[in-house]
């Protein structure tokens, strides 16, 4: 049975932690600001002068600032009585109202006027003058009293502002300055402006007014959630590359690993191969690795002749009794080295037993099998084995050859023989074999 897929619980906890973020945005806490009692607002009445004053407005309570009397007398001019608003003493330094979306009054009305007007003035550099209080941009929209009842709230979205025509008409502004413009606000203000015969008076107590919005804009608060699903999905791709990654190498360590021990075992198998081939003391093969290379030789060159040369080191006994083993194991290992030194790559070489060598000699026959036996013991009887004090070891050689289709043991019987009469002559030569004969005894 297949293992069950654990099931990831992670985009379906976004998901939800997605619609609990959006639904949350009404949650998030207003920002407000307050233009009746957070200073520097300074709050003015203003009136429509002329040589009869038209139009008087006054604080009902001088104190308080929040209750605004106005009296028209009969006139078919315009009229105007409100309130203003200053932000602090510099009129080019106002406050950044940008960052709220509504402006909310509270306030009761009483009076004839129809209408009420709500604006703001920013000043901009690039068209307002510090010298000229009429260049900072006006901005306004127009409310009908009958919004507010006793003591109700109106909210006024700063999009419902616009600026106004006369203003535009009076300047030549670039496009991308003719728009309400928030950043900067130096003035608000709210006023009656009225052509109607019989408005006598208007009484306006203001409640509070105030300007709120969010902390957060809502296109912002959507963004970043946006921006959280983002970073998230770069997280998660990330930390999937890293694990992939990380895996990448536990598995290349384990191939390595693999390699290695592959390697380690081809090597140990070849040393054990060698081991099972070779002589131990000297490196040279052993007995079963010099049948295998003749048979390896006889299997590849059917029909050619191979030089069978048999040497035995002179007096050996006499050099362990006398010099002792480690010196005759040293012997034995030198004499493999010069031999190895002086013959062809293909030739074998090999420990028969003791201090017994066998030389096989591929393409060889039995004068030039003579030949290099007789440069071998030349070689060795030269040699002078450096040891305290130094001496000289000799060996004798028995020379045959043997065609590659021959009985070996009956070849290997004919050189032993020729080994045995070398040693009767006197030892230090080599003897190349005659026919097969009976092997002489040697003391």
Request: net charge neutral; hydrophobic share 40%.
């Amino acid at each position: 049975m297949r293992p069950r897929k654990q099931l990831n619980l992670w985009p379906l906890l976004g998901v939800l932690l997605t619609l609990v973020a959006i639904g949350a945005y009404k949650l998030v806490p207003l920002r407000q600001h307050s233009l009746m009692s957070t200073m520097p607002w300074g709050a003015y009445p203003f009136s429509s002068y002329s040589p009869t004053e038209i139009a008087v407005g006054s604080w009902v309570d001088e104190a308080k600032k929040n209750h605004l009397h106005c009296d028209f007398q009969k006139t078919t001019a315009l009229q105007q009585c409100g309130i203003n608003f200053f932000y602090g003493n510099k009129p080019t330094k106002g406050v950044d109202l940008s960052q709220y979306n509504e402006l909310k009054i509270k306030a009761k009305f009483k009076g004839q006027s129809p209408k009420v007007r709500v604006f703001m003035r920013t000043f901009n550099s690039a068209y307002s003058q510090t010298n000229d209080a009429n260049s900072a941009k006006f901005m306004s929209t127009n409310l009908s009293t009958d919004e507010f009842g006793d003591n109700q709230t109106v909210t006024i979205g700063l999009n419902e502002f616009v600026v106004a025509q006369w203003w535009l008409d009076q300047r030549e502004l670039k496009r991308n300055q003719i728009s309400p413009d928030f950043t900067n606000v130096i003035t608000f203000g709210l006023d009656f402006s009225i052509y109607i015969d019989g408005v006598k008076n208007v009484d306006f107590q203001i409640g509070d007014i105030w300007l709120e919005g969010t902390l957060i804009q809502e296109e912002h608060w959507y963004l970043s959630i946006l921006a959280a699903w983002i970073v998230a999905i770069l997280g998660y791709v990330s930390w999937q590359y890293w694990s992939i990654l990380r895996s990448s190498k536990t598995y290349t360590k384990v191939i390595t690993d693999l390699v290695t021990d592959k390697a380690q075992l081809e090597y140990e198998s070849l040393e054990l191969k060698k081991m099972s081939n070779h002589d131990r003391l000297t490196g040279a093969f052993n007995r079963h690795g010099i049948e295998q290379s003749i048979n390896a030789m006889v299997a590849s060159q059917r029909g050619r002749v191979m030089g069978l040369i048999l040497m035995d080191v002179d007096h050996f006994k006499r050099v362990n009794d006398q010099r002792g083993h480690d010196v005759g194991d040293h012997v034995l290992k030198t004499i493999v080295e010069l031999i190895n030194n002086n013959i062809r790559e293909h030739d074998v070489l090999g420990r028969w037993g003791g201090e017994e060598f066998l030389l096989i000699t591929p393409n060889t026959d039995v004068p030039a099998a003579y030949r290099i036996a007789e440069k071998i013991r030349r070689l060795i009887a030269n040699y002078k084995f450096e040891v305290d004090p130094p001496f000289i070891v000799t060996v004798s050689f028995g020379v045959t050859a043997v065609n590659t289709e021959d009985d070996f043991d009956i070849a290997f019987k004919r050189a032993d023989i020729a080994l045995y009469k070398a040693k009767a002559q006197g030892r230090n030569c080599s003897i190349m074999a005659s026919e097969p004969e009976k092997k002489p005894d040697v003391a």
